[in-house]
């Protein structure tokens, strides 16, 4: 993919505020999507994924929406907590086709006390 | 619950050196990946393996290979290592079957000299 060398998209925003993270996904073929969490030095943490038969899907304080039409991903998280601050990473993949994830760039989010 | 183990997590190599990177998936899981993230970026999928048998290719450079063998950890072995070489070496693994999620592991720190 695209380098985006060392500056990745930034979100700030304050504890306990509802934060939305957006991802341009770019296969229209992809059925299946999963967000990941990652800190610093660690691996992807899955947050929680969704398949194109859906729109919405709810977690613990996480919801995910899918736009198919317009290839667009969000991930909400609600309450923002300082425990929150990391990269976060959508990625896309076709079930039953190739096995790797496609990952989008990452942002990352910044919680200010 | 029993995470993704990966060895060594730092590893220091001079150029033109060799470097064996180690995969333990999560206890059931069939299918290992491999991946690539260099600083500031996303992951990029390297291959995978299904059942001992390579599942699928990415952008793997031909001077690295890989194998899973029978209790299914896997190695990724990488010859006449070079500076553009480090980087984070994510592995992940799924069940086939049950579900397609991706579960990292913590990486390995690749330092090229």
């Known amino acids: 993919g695209e380098s985006v060398g060392l500056h990745l998209p930034t979100l700030s925003v304050q504890e306990g505020d509802n934060s939305i993270i957006n991802c341009a996904y770019s296969?229209?073929?992809?059925?299946?999507f999963i967000w990941y969490k990652q800190e610093s030095g660690k691996g992807p943490q899955f947050i929680i994924d969704?398949?194109?038969?859906?729109d919405k899907r709810q977690g613990q304080r996480v919801t995910v929406l899918l736009n198919k039409t317009v290839k667009h991903l969000s991930l909400q998280i609600a309450a923002t907590q300082p425990g929150d601050s990391a990269v976060y990473f959508c990625?896309?993949?076709?079930?039953?086709?190739?096995?790797?994830?496609?990952f989008g760039k990452g942002t990352h989010l910044i919680i200010q006390p | 619950a029993a995470g993704v183990i990966q060895s060594p997590r730092h590893l220091i190599k001079e150029k033109r050196e060799t470097a064996t990177l180690k995969c333990y998936p999560i206890?059931?899981?069939?299918?290992v990946y491999w991946y690539q993230q260099g600083p500031g970026q996303d992951p990029q999928f390297l291959i995978s393996?299904?059942?001992?048998?390579?599942?699928d290719k990415g952008s793997i450079p031909d001077r690295f290979s890989a194998q899973q063998f029978s209790d299914y950890h896997s190695e990724l072995n990488m010859s006449s290592l070079e500076l553009g070489d480090s980087a984070l070496y994510f592995c992940?693994?799924?069940?086939?079957?049950?579900?397609?999620?991706?579960?990292f592991g913590p990486g390995t720190r690749l330092l090229v000299l």
């Open positions: 969704i398949r194109s038969n859906m």
């Open positions: 206890p059931r899981h069939d299918t």
């Open positions: 992940a693994s799924s069940l086939t079957g049950a579900e397609e999620t991706q579960y």
């Open positions: 393996f299904y059942e001992k048998m390579q599942s």
């Open positions: 990625a896309e993949n076709i079930v039953g086709g190739a096995d790797g994830l496609t």
């Open positions: 296969n229209s073929a992809s059925d299946y």
